[in-house]
């Protein structure tokens, strides 16, 4: 027996049941009508359901796997532990006024947080002027937002032993010919790029020809600490750094100093990926910058150290660009 002999059977045994068999020829056609309205019904049902489905599978392969989670990372410029703490605090800000979950992702190397951005393991980084450049060179589209009121004009110091008998000038004392020299990370602004630069404007010579011994410390307390020690006679570093760790009480002034100040140039930004909008929303990035700006807590500015951030944009790390090119960083 089909289907629909079967139902049919059924509402006739109802029906003589409750004594309405009369009606049997007038109701036939309603119940045939009952049926196929059923099974319409069921197979509609069935069809909306599996094209919802399709349609919830595809925008997700649309979307990131954490789209809701924004992630940023740092140059380590200092030591690990400095950073923890300064940019742990500036993600609970962000989440705070942003209104998605903001996260710090830590990374090894100036290299590693370039690769990071890249890769968009993180859609936000605090990078100095070169790391920046590098890494919206490597991601189309991304956008320098803000930087210290500072980093408009940025400056790195030489730093001496005393041992050295080299003191201050204007201009860079030749007697720094045939020392030890170090510099920070191979990838710093201000403790490798622009140092490097002017060391080869004034002497004609790369940092291996006029040097005895060249090495990387990686961040910037470490230069001080290995110059500050003798393991180096002469290095570059960053003047925030400097000063930071001069008010900390880490600088002997009998034993290290400082024998040149550079021209200044443009240094430390926020950049954020070009697709952040895409992703988080349209007016994500601006609102990120406008956060950032915002940033008025004594606490939080001093950890970096900056008196406040303020707008940036790409163009104003061109010096940094036409630097690393005439150096040979850029090809």
């Known amino acids: 027996m089909d289907a629909g002999a079967f139902i049919e059977s059924y509402y006739l045994t109802r029906m003589r049941k409750t004594n309405i068999v009369s009606q049997c020829?007038?109701?036939?056609?309603?119940?045939?009508?009952?049926?196929?309205?059923?099974?319409?019904?069921?197979?509609?049902?069935?069809?909306?359901?599996?094209?919802?489905?399709?349609?919830?599978?595809?925008?997700?392969?649309?979307?990131?796997?954490?789209?809701?989670?924004?992630?940023?990372?740092?140059?380590?410029?200092?030591?690990?532990?400095?950073?923890?703490?300064?940019?742990?605090k500036i993600a609970d800000y962000l989440t705070n006024s942003l209104g998605f979950k903001v996260t710090y992702v830590p990374?090894?190397?100036?290299?590693?947080?370039?690769?990071?951005?890249?890769?968009?393991?993180?859609?936000?980084?605090?990078?100095?002027?070169?790391?920046?450049?590098?890494?919206?060179?490597?991601?189309?589209?991304?956008?320098?937002?803000?930087?210290?009121?500072?980093?408009?004009?940025?400056?790195?110091?030489?730093?001496?032993?005393?041992?050295?008998?080299?003191?201050?000038?204007?201009?860079?004392?030749?007697?720094?010919?045939?020392?030890?020299?170090?510099?920070?990370?191979?990838g710093s602004t201000s403790g490798r790029l622009m140092p490097e630069y002017f060391i080869r404007e004034q002497f004609g010579k790369s940092p291996d020809q006029l040097f005895s011994r060249v090495g990387f410390s990686g961040d910037h307390s470490k230069t001080i600490a290995l110059v500050q020690s003798g393991s180096y006679q002469l290095g570059a570093v960053n003047f925030k750094v400097w000063e930071k760790e001069m008010a900390a009480g880490k600088i002997d002034p009998e034993k290290i100093s400082v024998i040149w100040k550079t021209p200044e140039y443009p240094d430390y930004n926020w950049t954020v990926r070009g697709d952040v909008d895409d992703v988080y929303g349209v007016g994500t990035i601006v609102n990120i910058q406008k956060a950032l700006i915002a940033i008025d807590d004594p606490e939080l500015l001093e950890a970096f150290p900056r008196k406040q951030f303020i707008k940036a944009d790409n163009s104003m790390y061109a010096p940094i660009l036409k630097t690393g090119k005439a150096i040979g960083v850029f090809r």
């Open 107 to 186: 990374v090894k190397s100036y290299a590693a947080s370039v690769q990071a951005f890249k890769n968009n393991e993180v859609q936000m980084a605090w990078f100095g002027g070169l790391s920046g450049v590098q890494a919206r060179l490597a991601v189309p589209g991304s956008v320098a937002i803000a930087q210290g009121v500072e980093d408009e004009h940025f400056i790195s110091y030489i730093i001496a032993h005393s041992s050295t008998g080299i003191h201050a000038n204007q201009k860079l004392s030749p007697e720094i010919a045939g020392k030890t020299f170090t510099f920070g990370s191979k």
């Open 25 to 88: 020829n007038t109701l036939r056609p309603q119940i045939y009508f009952s049926f196929l309205e059923t099974i319409i019904m069921t197979i509609s049902k069935s069809i909306f359901t599996s094209l919802a489905a399709v349609f919830l599978f595809f925008a997700a392969l649309s979307q990131p796997a954490n789209a809701s989670e924004f992630k940023f990372t740092a140059i380590p410029d200092q030591d690990t532990a400095r950073l923890q703490q300064r940019f742990g």
